[in-house]
């Protein structure tokens, strides 16, 4: 069975920062990206970064670029979101997401159909 175990979302005020975490294990696949994706009210869900296992390649949406960092710990197989400088607008339920590797570029991060979902975390930042 495919789990992944999100942790680190909450309330933080405008500036400040914020880190999540992404436990995986049951994956089908020897190599994979794991990301997070993003959705708040009324919008549609993308893609913000994603790190993959089989040689450290990783995206950042545009708005993100700077003040996000994706790493991760292959031995535990679990990835990290550093979120700094956060924004009102980074408001919004944050997934976790791991599918192949070939989804995660350093200019594209897709969803296709067969990718696990973490059960989201809310990340609120307060102006």
């Known amino acids: 069975e495919v789990q992944l175990a999100e942790s680190g979302g909450g309330l933080v005020q405008a500036g400040g920062s914020l880190r999540l975490s992404c436990a995986a294990s049951g994956l089908p696949w020897d190599n994979y990206a794991i990301g997070w994706f993003r959705q708040a009210p009324g919008k549609e869900r993308e893609g913000v970064s994603c790190i993959s296992s089989t040689d450290g390649t990783t995206y950042y949406e545009d708005s993100v670029k700077g003040r996000f960092t994706i790493s991760s710990d292959n031995a535990r197989n679990t990835v990290f979101l550093q979120m700094d400088s956060l924004k009102p607008e980074d408001t919004a339920v944050y997934y976790c997401?791991?599918?192949?590797?070939?989804?995660?570029?350093?200019?594209?991060?897709?969803?296709?159909?067969?990718?696990?979902w973490g059960q989201g975390t809310q990340v609120t930042v307060s102006s």
């Open positions: 997401a791991a599918q192949r590797p070939l989804y995660c570029s350093n200019t594209y991060y897709y969803a296709p159909p067969l990718t696990f």
